[in-house]
């Protein structure tokens, strides 16, 4: 069973400090995708990755897809109280499956 | 351009009991996935209906189930409901010409209790 994990669970910072969220699973993936999710609504996309060793910006926001295709980590500069929200990585098997991981809560307070 | 919508929004049932939720998609989608979300299990994958068809399935019993029209709306059906059900139930839709690098759209959710 392809299992895809996401740490850390809960992330509580204060404005302005960076944070990393990581994504890792034992197989490979051929894409990788993460959404941010607010309350009250469904997943919106961030990005997709889909070459090993990819790396892609959004403004504060620097994605990274593993060289083996494997694992992808998020990082966010100087976090803002509106990054807050539920980050979820989701990965596509060769065959088609999709992978959600669990989510990582993230809190950023003024 | 409208976006994804579901119906109802929240939903209350007494075990036993079947339910049906529905999934508008955006227009001119083809693909419409079904999630469920849990505190405990997170995003778990449901089935992928594309053209009327099921692409994919994900490991849920057979009592969910789904179908899609013509017009690319789909349909989620819940029977012999468990309080196990309990959970937000999202609606997903693709062009679905890629399942790997498509843009999935999600709904707001069906939120359901199932007492």
């Known amino acids: 069973t392809q299992l895809l994990e996401q740490s850390p669970q809960f992330l509580s910072i204060q404005e302005g400090e960076n944070l990393t969220v990581y994504c890792n699973s034992s197989s490979v993936f051929s894409s990788l995708q993460w959404y941010r999710q607010e309350p009250g609504e469904g997943p919106v996309l961030l990005v997709t990755v889909v070459t090993g060793g990819e790396v892609k910006k959004l403004k504060r926001l620097t994605f990274q897809f593993g060289d083996a295709r494997k694992d992808s980590s998020l990082h966010i500069t100087a976090a803002q109280p509106g990054d807050t929200g539920l980050y979820l990585c989701r990965g596509s098997s060769n065959t088609g499956k999709l992978i959600f991981g669990q989510g990582t809560t993230l809190q950023v307070k003024p | 351009k409208a976006g994804v919508t579901q119906t109802p929004r929240y939903l209350i049932k007494t075990r036993g009991q079947q339910v049906t939720l529905s999934c508008s998609p955006i227009s001119g989608h083809r693909s419409v996935s079904w999630y469920q979300q849990t505190p405990g299990q997170g995003l778990q994958f449901l089935f992928e209906?594309?053209?009327?068809?099921?692409?994919n399935k994900g490991n849920f019993p057979g009592r969910f189930s789904g179908r899609q029209f013509s017009n690319s709306r789909s349909e989620m059906n819940v029977s012999t409901l468990e309080l196990g059900d309990s959970a937000l139930y999202l609606c997903a839709s693709s062009p679905g010409t890629s399942v790997r690098t498509d843009t999935q759209y999600f709904g707001p959710g069906t939120r359901l209790t199932v007492l």
């Open positions: 209906y594309f053209s009327e068809t099921q692409r």
